[in-house]
C-alpha cells in the first residue's frame, strides 16, 4: 500500500517515528512530502501537497499531522474526495475506516502520546471500510 506523509513544524518528530515504525513493516511504501524540522511553515500547504496525491491517485492513503490535528483536519476535509478522521485513540480510528472511509488519518503530535499514535495508524491501516448503509451516507456527502 502506498502511503503518503506530510505534517508542519509541530509534529515533524512523530511523523519521522512513524515512517520509521511503518518501514519496518512489510507492504508499505512510504512517502514523505514533509517538513522534515521544526522551522515553522503553514500546515495548510502541507495539507493540499499531501491531498492531491490522494485524489491524483497517487497514494492509496494519507497520514497527516500538525500540533493538535485540528488545522490539517479542517484544512483537508475542504477537498473533494478526502475523507479526512483526526483520530485520538484506535477506536476512533477503527470507526473512521468501517464507517467512514476515511482516506486520510490525522493525528495531533501534541495531544496524542507516541505509543497511542502508533498503535492508532496500525489500527487505522489495517481496517477495512464496511460499505452497505455507511456508502449510502457517504454518498450524501459527496454531492
Ligand atoms: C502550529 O503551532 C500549530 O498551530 C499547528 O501545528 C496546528 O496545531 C494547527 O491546528
Not at 10 to 24: C, N, R, S, V
Not at 112 to 128: Q, R, S
Request: with cysteine; glycine share 10%.
Amino acid at each position: 500500500m502506498k502511503i503518503t506523509i506530510a505534517g508542519d513544524h509541530g509534529a515533524f518528530e512523530l511523523k519521522k517515528e512513524i515512517i520509521k515504525h511503518l518501514e519496518e513493516k512489510e507492504g508499505y511504501k512510504i512517502i514523505n512530502l514533509g517538513v522534515d524540522n521544526g522551522e515553522s511553515v503553514d500546515y495548510p500547504a502541507y495539507a493540499q501537497k499531501l491531498c492531491n496525491t490522494i485524489i491524483e491517485k497517487e497514494a492509496e492513503r494519507g497520514i497527516l499531522l500538525c500540533g493538535t490535528g485540528l488545522g490539517m483536519s479542517i484544512a483537508a476535509n475542504r477537498f473533494k474526495g478526502i475523507r479526512g478522521a483526526l483520530c485520538h485513540d484506535e477506536y476512533t480510528a477503527r470507526m473512521s475506516r468501517q464507517h467512514n472511509d476515511a482516506n486520510v488519518l490525522i493525528l495531533g503530535a501534541r495531544t496524542t502520546g507516541l505509543a497511542t499514535a502508533l498503535a492508532i495508524v496500525d489500527v487505522w491501516l489495517a481496517e477495512e471500510f464496511e460499505g452497505g448503509r455507511h456508502q449510502r451516507r457517504l454518498d450524501k456527502i459527496e454531492l
